[in-house]
Every structure is written in structure tokens, then in C-alpha cells.
């Protein structure tokens, strides 16, 4: 028996066992490395390190507010003779700054520089220098503050995104006016080298995992930057095997193509996807992606997992698929189930099966215990909150011990893995919340994470960011996307708010993740800004069928808990607001069969215009249609089915609308208007 068909049966005998009810983890795959973008050498800022000057002293190529304040000096330099010092900015009428306007190609930049701080800084808090980059009026990016006292500090912010077409600014900026001194120096803008061959894996589309139960094939997101077509191969190869067993062939353009593999005939086991660029002459490899282990597995072997996501984007826990609807919640913790009693009682008020409380995450197992049993009492899972498990992190300290051993004695990845599995045990954990609106830099130490949490839970790990064009950085990093819009902002009540925000992001999301991996929304359920209101009744209902028929699989909402909900000091009005929200999340619950359902595309016969969009789906007793209006003016709409249908139910308005011919139905929408309607049976043909 070679190498290979030995391990293949190994693999089977271990997939047949986790069938069997041994919860396996060790077989989970996925991307193994995170493709590092490397940064050009070349700066695009002129006169960086400020050594060229005019006759009257001025640094050339730069544009100085308030010269009094930011002037080249040869007091300090961390290279050449030469740096640009600000000076005593809390004195200035206005924030001083040095700027230079830049023409550079699309794409994704670094931002980089060193800043010396002198006494600076102690005139506000959070003040001191920072190097930002603009677009016109819009922040594109901008590096971390320094301020104090310190020898010469780089500073960087990785990652940012200059759109097509606009034209940018760099700035040295005395952000929040500093008293003091802080000098600048050797200051760079390097666009990021994208991959010769992007290689994004579509299918499994968790973790790797291809299901028996699912498609058979691995298909994969090929993109290249440059402008003519980069050949490459794909490969499937078993598992510390040389030779592959499945090859493909394909070009990648600028323009995305998916390739399938073809798995149907591979025994169960791993094997390592990988991706090459080859010689368009030689046909020798000139470049490869960070290949990505996909294990095929036996009949039935999912079953002995808590959670995990179907083949078609659908949350299954306890071995039931779920449309998720969650709350984030704050609060203390306490080992006994009993203490947590009174506040989920109040939230089970809503049909939530999932629930995220951001502020116990350095809770010790026995209190997550305790809670993971209270909300199994009422139906919700948890996912717990790990995005500051990081040794730089100020509560790393306060973590609490795992397997006799402190955070700090443990390190990362140990005290992670750890952890996993003492918690992991727990049907009511559905995994982990790894990061909440976090800058795209970040993504690799999250990605670490990631793959620790992996390798020893099944549970889903889950992301939130508020940047949706950054995303593309976090595709791999989670197994779930999450956006969080919130479009109502210093809105008083009366005034309209941009819903369309709410679609707009979840679109960002799908396009991040190629419509391959679930999405959930998190909706505004807080008033956000001094003058802004508490989402209405409509505004929360329009603004959940929004994220649905973009597509996303869940919704959250923030928040029951401190900042929202539980700062509310009226009981009428805190009641008030919650029980919008348990009338709207009833609703979509009562709703949940036909949304798990299929797409229904024969259910129109043409996409709604205008504004309008809709999600057709086929439930177990009938067809269902949501149609929102994602503008702020009302319109009048024709709908057209793409077959005859009886009388529609307007769910939640307690009407019905007849069908002209059982074909047309017509109706009107009201500004981000969302009307579902439900045909309980199709007309005889």
C-alpha cells in the first residue's frame, strides 16, 4: 500500500469515528497562511526625509499650514541632516500641518514614517503626531498617535485603500493640536504587491470541509493583476504526498474565473489545494499561493459536530439548520445558572438563538458554564468574545487561568487552544467572536487565531467590521462576515434616515466573500449621536428584510446591554423599544421555514425596477416574496410572477393583494418600505 492510499484510509477510519459520535477537530482544514502583500520599494512621497529645502528655508514639495509651527530643522534627524518639526501646535489658530498631493495608481498602500516625540502631547488628551492619508475631504487611513517623550518611533498603518480615479493626499498632522515637540521623518507612501495569482477557495466553504452530503467538487476564485493572462495549475495532492490526483489547468486575468476540481472520486482523507503561476513558456513555477487543506469526508461525519455551516450558507447547530437571530448583551458573570435568570428571561421575550455579552470575555470557565446553561434553558447559543486574547492587550493579565498555567506563562496560541477545548465541550457554545470593527492590519493576528480555534473547536468564529471595503482582507480569516451599518446618525425622528446603508454593506460583504460564505447583519438598535432617535418599529423591520434579501443568513442587533438598550432610564420607553424589536425578530421567526428555503428564480419573472429589491424563496408550505424599497422616495410597482399564484398574504399588515391574471401583482412602497408577501399555494394550471 503506498503512502497515500494509507493515509486515506486513516483518514476514513478517523471520519467514520467522528460519524460515529468522537467529535473530531484535528481533520478541520482550510487556507493554512495568510498571502503576506509585500510593499514596493519605491515611495511615492517626494522628499521624504525633508532634505531638500528652498532658499528661504522651506521644505520643497511639501505644503505647510502655519510655517511658524512646522518647519525643517537639523535639530533632530534619524537620517541625513534634516527633519520637519512641529512645534507648540496648542498655540496655533488652527491645526498646523505638512502636506503633499500625490498621483498614484489604484490599490492598497502602506502607510510608514518615524516620529520623535519631545514633551508632547500633555496639553489634551489623545493628542500628539500622526502621518494620514486623504482623498479630498474623506480619510482614507491614518497611522497611530505618538506623543510624549521618546526616542525615534515608526509608525505605520498597512492596508489602506486609494479608490480609482482619486487623487490623494499625505499629511503630517498635529492631531489634536499637541503642546511639546514632535519631529517627522523618512516618510513613505509604498503601494502593496497583490499576489501574481490570487487564489480564493469558494467551495467548501467551511473550513474546508467538503461534506458527502454536499457538492463534490473544490472550486476556486482565480484572479491576476496584471493585464495579460498568468497561467496556473491546480493541484490536489493527499496529505504529506508528492503526487497529485487531481490537476487543473486555467488562466488568471484581472477578471475573476472560477475553476472547479473535480473530488467525487477521491477517497475520504486530506489533501493540499495548491495554486501555481506558471512560465507562459517554460511552464516552471514562478510563483504559488498559500495552499489550503481540504479534507473530504466520510457519510454522516458533520453529525457529531455543535455547529458547522451548509453548503449553502445556512447555520445547522444540534443538527438543525437556523436562520440566526442574535443580541449582543453586557454585564457581569457568576458561576451559579440562576444569576443570569431575570435578564434572559426578558431577552427569550424575543425568539433570539444566539447571543453575544462583549464584556465576559475574560470570565472563567465555570461562570461561562453557568451562562451557557441559562441560555440553554432558553434556546440561544453563545459565542464568546475573544477578540483581546492578545499579549499586547491590557486585560491579557486579567485572563483567567487554563490548564494550571497563566496567559502570560502559556503564550497565544497555547492559552487559546486551551481554553477551546475547555469550553468547547459545551453544546451551547456556537463558537467565538474574534473581532468587532477592527482595521485590516489586524487580520493576520486574527487569521493566528483563527487557526488555533479551528484545529480545536468546531464552533463558528464570527467577525463585525464597520470598513465593508476592507473585508477582503478578513475572507479567510472567519468562517462568518458580519457588517454593522448603522445608517440612523444624528437623525431626529421624522427625518430620513440612508437604510439603504444596511443593503449597501451586506452587498460589500457577499462581494468580499463572493457570495461563498455566509453573511450576518448586526441592525442599529440604539439611538447613535446626541440628536440622532431610537429606530422605529418600521426602521427596525425595513432594515432586517434589507440584510435578508442582500443575502445575509443572520442578523444581530445591538444592543440589549450598556450604550443601548440598558441605559435607557424611562421603563416606559425602555419598554417601548423593546418590544419593536421582539414584534419584528417574532415575525421573521414565524418566517424562518421559507427563508432557510431554496431560491424560487421561477418566481419572477423579472427583477423589480427602480429601487425595489426582492428575495424569492420556496418554503415547505408555499412560495415567499420579500420586496423593499432601498430608496427614500415612494413608488408604485408592478411585480411580475413567472407563474400563476393565488391571492398573496401581506405578512405583518393584515391584508391580501389579488393577483391580476395570478400573474401581476401590484403595490405600493413607501420610502424603504418593506412588504412580504407569502402565497400559500400556486393556482391550478
Not at 477517497?267 to 481540504?294: C, N
Not at 441592525?523 to 429606530?535: A, R, S, Y
Not at 426582492?614 to 415612494?634: C, F, K, T
Amino acid at each position: 500500500m503506498n503512502r497515500a492510499a494509507a493515509l486515506a484510509l486513516a483518514l476514513t477510519a478517523l471520519v467514520a469515528s467522528a460519524a460515529a459520535g468522537a467529535r473530531d477537530t484535528g481533520a478541520m482544514g482550510g487556507l493554512t497562511e495568510l498571502y503576506d502583500w509585500p510593499g514596493d520599494t519605491a515611495n511615492a512621497v517626494w522628499n521624504g526625509s525633508f532634505e531638500d529645502v528652498d532658499a528661504a528655508g522651506r521644505a520643497q514639495r511639501w505644503d505647510v499650514r502655519l510655517a511658524e509651527h512646522f518647519f525643517p530643522t537639523t535639530a533632530h534627524a534619524r537620517s541625513g541632516r534634516r527633519s520637519l518639526q512641529l512645534s507648540a501646535s496648542h498655540r496655533a489658530p488652527f491645526y498646523p500641518s505638512a502636506c503633499q498631493d500625490l498621483t498614484v495608481p489604484p490599490g492598497w498602500y502602506r502607510l510608514r514614517g518615524w516620529i520623535k516625540p519631545v514633551r508632547a502631547g500633555a496639553s489634551a488628551a489623545g493628542s500628539g503626531g500622526r502621518i494620514g492619508l486623504y482623498a479630498g475631504s474623506a480619510a482614507l487611513g491614518a497611522t497611530p498617535v505618538v506623543a510624549g517623550t521618546a526616542d525615534w518611533t515608526r509608525v505605520e498603518r498597512e492596508k489602506v485603500l486609494v479608490p480609482d480615479g482619486a487623487p490623494v493626499t499625505q499629511c503630517l498632522e498635529a492631531y489634536a493640536k499637541p503642546d511639546g515637540d514632535l519631529f517627522f521623518d523618512d516618510v513613505e507612501l509604498n503601494r502593496l504587491a497583490p499576489p501574481m495569482v490570487d487564489a480564493f477557495v469558494l467551495y467548501p466553504n467551511y473550513r474546508g470541509m467538503l461534506l458527502a452530503s454536499g457538492p463534490q467538487e473544490v472550486r476556486v476564485s482565480l484572479r491576476a493583476p496584471a493585464d495579460a493572462p498568468v497561467p496556473a495549475r491546480l493541484t490536489l495532492t493527499p496529505e504529506g504526498g508528492a503526487d497529485a490526483l487531481v490537476t487543473v489547468h486555467a488562466d488568471a486575468s484581472a477578471q475573476r474565473r472560477a475553476v472547479a476540481l473535480d473530488a467525487s472520486r477521491l477517497p475520504p482523507g486530506a489533501y493540499t489545494l495548491r495554486v501555481e503561476a506558471l512560465d507562459a513558456r517554460t511552464r516552471a513555477v514562478r510563483f504559488q499561493y498559500p495552499p489550503h487543506r481540504i479534507v473530504k469526508l466520510a457519510p454522516g461525519a458533520e453529525r457529531s459536530w455543535h455547529v458547522y455551516v451548509a453548503p449553502d450558507g445556512v447555520l445547522v447547530r444540534g443538527g438543525q439548520r437556523q436562520l440566526v437571530l442574535g443580541i449582543y448583551d453586557t454585564g457581569g458573570y457568576s458561576e451559579d445558572p440562576l444569576a443570569y435568570e431575570e435578564r434572559l428571561s426578558a431577552i427569550a421575550q424575543a425568539p433570539f438563538n444566539m447571543y453575544v455579552n462583549y464584556r465576559i470575555g475574560r470570565a472563567s470557565t465555570a461562570a461561562l458554564d453557568a451562562l451557557m446553561s441559562a441560555l440553554k434553558r432558553k434556546g440561544m447559543a453563545y459565542l464568546h468574545t475573544v477578540n483581546f486574547w492578545y499579549a499586547d492587550d491590557e486585560q491579557w493579565p486579567l485572563l483567567p487561568p487554563c490548564g494550571g498555567r497563566s496567559a502570560a506563562a502559556a503564550g497565544e496560541e497555547a492559552y487559546t487552544a486551551c481554553r477551546a477545548r475547555e469550553l468547547g465541550d459545551n453544546p451551547a457554545l456556537a463558537g467565538w467572536y474574534t473581532a468587532d470593527e477592527r482595521p485590516a492590519e489586524v487580520a493576520p493576528r486574527v487569521f493566528r487565531q483563527y487557526r488555533t480555534l479551528r484545529a480545536h473547536d468546531d464552533g463558528v468564529t464570527f467577525i463585525a467590521q464597520n470598513a465593508p471595503h476592507e473585508l477582503v482582507w478578513y475572507r479567510d480569516v472567519a468562517d462568518v462576515i458580519g457588517v454593522d451599518p448603522y445608517p440612523i446618525f444624528n437623525i431626529p425622528e421624522g427625518a430620513p434616515s440612508p437604510l439603504e446603508q444596511v443593503t449597501e454593506w451586506v452587498d460589500l460583504a457577499q462581494a468580499a466573500v463572493e457570495r461563498s460564505r455566509p453573511v450576518w447583519a448586526v441592525i442599529q438598535f440604539f439611538q447613535f449621536g446626541g440628536n440622532g432617535h431610537w429606530p422605529t418599529y418600521d426602521e427596525l423591520r425595513s432594515m432586517s428584510y434589507m440584510a435578508l434579501v442582500a443575502g445575509a443568513r443572520g442578523l444581530f442587533y445591538w444592543s440589549y446591554g450598556a450604550g443601548a438598550l440598558s441605559h435607557v432610564a424611562d421603563d416606559r420607553l425602555r419598554e417601548e423599544y423593546w418590544q419593536r424589536l421582539v414584534r419584528v425578530t417574532r415575525e421573521i421567526k414565524s418566517l424562518e421555514p421559507a427563508l432557510l428555503g431554496p431560491d424560487d428564480p421561477t418566481l419572477l419573472a423579472a427583477p423589480p425596477a427602480g429601487r425595489l429589491r426582492a428575495l424569492a424563496r420556496r418554503g415547505p408550505d408555499g412560495a415567499l416574496l420579500v420586496v423593499v424599497n432601498n430608496g427614500p422616495q415612494p413608488a408604485r410597482a408592478t411585480l411580475r410572477l413567472g407563474r400563476a399564484m393565488g391571492a398573496a398574504e401581506v405578512v405583518g399588515e393584515g391584508r391580501r393583494v389579488a393577483l391580476a391574471g395570478g400573474t401581476e401583482l401590484a403595490d405600493d412602497f413607501a420610502p424603504y418600505a418593506a412588504h412580504v408577501y407569502r402565497f400559500a399555494a400556486e393556482a391550478a394550471r
